[in-house]
């Protein structure tokens, strides 16, 4: 069983609006299967603290616009070094490039099918 359609969706909508925000190495896994309490984990950084910052707010934008839904939960948001948006259906972790490759979430959840998130890279922001 994989993740339901909806939070595939939003999982989208959120990578899309991280690529405009021009995130870095966009990822989505399905943690359905391994965690009770969310479907999808969006992994995504940004090169600065400033550029982290401005992806949290393209994601949470597109998410109220585009599919009004607001974060139950977030944190991180004042170091600006690693935010979670945490949204029930999916967690959205926007890292810094240095703490995306010091805490390796991606080989940490290896075991967790990478989604399809289809975004569109041409993009502009």
Known sequence: MSAPE?????????GQAAAEMLAEEVIGLDVSEQVVITDVFLVCS??????VSAIVDGVEKALLTERRRKPLRREGERDARWVL???????????????RAFYALERL???APVLDLQIDEGTPA
């Open 6 to 14: 909806e939070s595939l969706d939003l999982a989208r909508v959120a």
């Open 46 to 51: 940004g090169d600065s603290e400033r550029q």
């Open 85 to 99: 948006l945490d949204y029930g259906d999916i967690v959205v972790h926007v890292q810094h490039a240095e703490d």
């Open 109 to 111: 959840w290896r075991d």
